[in-house]
Nanobody, 121 residues
Framework: QVHVTESGGGVVQAGGSLRLSCAVSGRTSRTYGTGWFRRDSREFVAGINWSGNSRGYADSVKGRFTISRDNAENTVYLQMNSLKPEDTGVYYC?????????????????WGKGTQVTVSS
């Protein structure tokens, strides 16, 4: 059984930073794409392929958010800087069926329960 667990959410003032973590357990292969999505609409935020050499971002977060991964720890991170009130929401981590990420939530096989990010003005 694969488990995806997000952490690192919280309340921060506008302009502040947070670092989200996504820990994956129970999966024998560590080669998988990973994505971060926001809110119940499953809006794509960022994605990274299995090796970490390909990354993608939503236009709204480019230049502010950075996705990275540590395959030895089976963990993916989302560094969120210069946060804005409109970044507020529940952030979900998702593990793809294959090696690459997608901006569509349909390709992802496993999802975490989400972590709340609240940015106050």
């Amino acid at each position: 059984q694969v488990h995806v667990t997000e952490s690192g959410g919280g309340v921060v003032q506008a302009g502040g930073s947070l670092r989200l973590s996504c820990a994956v357990s129970g999966r024998t292969s560590r080669t998988y794409g990973t994505g971060w999505f926001r809110r119940d609409s499953r809006e794509f935020v960022a994605g990274i392929n299995w090796s970490g050499n390909s990354r993608g971002y939503a236009d709204s977060v480019k230049g502010r958010f950075t996705i990275s991964r540590d395959n030895a720890e089976n963990t993916v991170y989302l560094q969120m800087n210069s946060l804005k009130p409109e970044d507020t929401g529940v952030y979900y981590c998702a593990v793809d069926k294959g090696l690459y990420y997608s901006d569509s939530d349909r390709t992802y096989e496993y999802w975490g329960k989400g972590t709340q990010v609240t940015v106050s003005s």
